[in-house]
């Protein structure tokens, strides 16, 4: 249940970081002065042998504190609003590879229609910094499994960079 919530609010925060968009495409000034500061990103992946892709403007990075434990989010949405989320415990630091269980409180999902986990799946993630921006990149893939059912999904070529300002 605290995964659902943590998802819940990490999805808000996705929501509203991105929803405080400026109108104007072609000022790249952010409220510290950085000028031509670009915090776009890309999520990709291919479902059942389609492929998928997020919005450039709709990928983000947050880190949360939840119940004690904190954590580095990533998200990528789609104009149909379906979307992507890893959520891994900061603790795990920069490069790392996982496995999606029984990693502790890490978890990949797809968001469409239904809600996919995935169950085995594997995740590679790197952090670094420059610039005052932190960045993450990495990849996935596995079995993604219908939360409340049997229909499964198989994700290839997963793969992720999202930004995040310090």
């Known amino acids: ?12 925060g996705l929501t509203s970081l991105v929803s ?3 109108d ?4 790249d000034t952010n409220a510290g002065g950085n000028n031509n500061l670009n915090l776009n990103g890309s999520f990709t992946a291919t479902i059942d042998g389609v ?3 997020a919005e450039p403007d709709y990928v983000a990075a947050v880190i949360t504190n939840f119940s004690g434990t904190p954590s580095i989010g990533v998200s990528g949405t789609r104009a149909d609003s379906s979307y992507f989320s890893l959520l891994i415990p900061y603790f795990y630091g920069g490069d790392t590879t996982l ?11 797809l968001f469409d229609d239904n809600t ?5 799946g594997t995740v590679t993630i790197s952090r670094s910094i420059s610039n005052g921006v932190e960045t993450y990149t990495g990849t996935f893939s596995g079995d993604f499994i219908l939360i ?4 499964t999904k198989v994700i290839t070529n997963g ?7 310090l």
């Open 99 to 109: 496995t999606v269980p029984p990693a502790l409180e890490t978890e990949l999902r």
């Open 20 to 22: 405080c968009r400026k």
């Open 116 to 120: 996919y986990i995935a169950n085995p």
């Open 148 to 151: 409340l059912g049997v229909q």
């Open 24 to 27: 104007e495409e072609d000022d």
């Open 51 to 53: 492929d998928w892709a």
């Open 159 to 165: 793969a992720f960079t999202a930004k995040r300002l």
């Open 1 to 12: 249940m605290k995964t659902h919530i943590l998802l819940f609010v990490l999805a808000i």
